[in-house]
């Protein structure tokens, strides 16, 4: 599908791999709306590619409205990348026998899960009311993030898995749901991408470089982590390659994760 003159939401755009992801759509022409709970950031990136930014929290309904029809009050919404999400390590059962904080889980699953859906289907209904782009009749196009830890859990990543597994839960019958009004859904599973996420999972105190070095050693070819732009290069072409619809698609060196 042609980027050029449409209009993108990108959720978690202020950072990382939807911030990358602002930046190849709008660079392949494509009115970008930030959709991010960061305001300083997202201005900033939004002010640099020509985009508007929409302060959102993705968990909540009204918010994401109102980011969603800021996006649809341009030229046509054709496009929703869904990149906001949070990590969390704990274990079900922690070292000390202390169950898995039941709040903190139930968090994970409202932004990275329910934040997704809730974006996926205001989005789809947005788009759903334009004309068609094309002959076949395509309107758009939505592209979740999940992980490799959606597949191939760690210990310790119960809750973010959880949330992972159902993003890609929902590819297929999202797409199929949506084929009626000419939308695909694909869903990009990134294995270790180098993005501020990992600041915060190594802690306070924590180094994350260390954490980083860890998590890059099992990764096949290149021997390295994966970059922002890599990501945002594959979400324009699952955009621009049509026949791409209903797939989950790993984006990771080739790694594949041990139980630790
Ligand atoms: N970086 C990786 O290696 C990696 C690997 C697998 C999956 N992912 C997934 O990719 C996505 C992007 O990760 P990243 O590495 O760019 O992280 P990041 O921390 O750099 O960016 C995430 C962005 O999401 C925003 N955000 C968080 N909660 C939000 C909410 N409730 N509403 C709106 N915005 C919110 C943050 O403000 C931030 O700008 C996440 O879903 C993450 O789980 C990342």
Redesign the pocket.
């Known amino acids: 599908m042609e980027l050029n003159g449409t209009s993108a939401i990108v959720?978690?755009g202020?950072?990382?791999?939807?911030e990358a992801t602002a930046r190849v759509l709008a660079q392949a022409g494509a009115t970008v709306v930030i959709?991010?709970?960061?305001a300083e950031?997202g201005k900033e990136i939004a002010d640099a590619i020509g985009g508007r930014f929409a302060q959102?929290?993705?968990?909540d309904e009204s918010s994401v409205r109102a980011a969603v029809q800021a996006a649809a009050g341009g030229p046509p919404l054709r496009v929703a990348v869904s990149?906001?999400?949070?990590?969390w390590a704990a274990r079900t059962v922690g070292r000390d026998g202390t169950p898995h904080d039941l709040a903190s889980f139930q968090k994970v699953i409202a932004?990275?899960l329910t934040?997704t859906f809730n974006l996926m289907r205001l989005a789809a209904a947005a788009i759903a009311e334009t004309g068609p782009a094309d002959s076949d009749g395509q309107r758009g196009v939505i592209i979740n993030?999940s992980?490799?830890?959606g597949i191939e859990g760690q210990t310790g990543q119960v809750a973010y898995s959880a949330s992972?597994g159902g993003i890609i839960g929902m590819t297929v019958p999202a797409a199929r749901d949506l084929s009626v009004t000419g939308i695909r859904v694909n869903t990009i599973c990134?294995?270790?991408?180098d993005?501020?996420?990992y600041t915060?999972i190594a802690g306070a105190g924590g180094d994350a470089e260390e954490f980083k070095a860890r998590l890059t050693a099992p990764v096949v070819f290149p021997k390295r982590m994966g970059r922002?732009a890599e990501f945002g290069h594959l979400v324009r072409t699952l955009v621009e390659n049509d026949y791409m619809n209903a797939e989950v698609i790993r984006f990771d060196g080739g790694i594949r994760f041990q139980p630790k």
């Open positions: 959720s978690g202020a950072s990382g791999l939807g959709a991010d709970l960061n950031r959102t929290d993705v968990a990149c906001a999400g949070i990590g932004v990275n934040g993030t992980s490799v830890a992972k990134p294995g270790i991408i993005t501020p996420i915060g922002p």
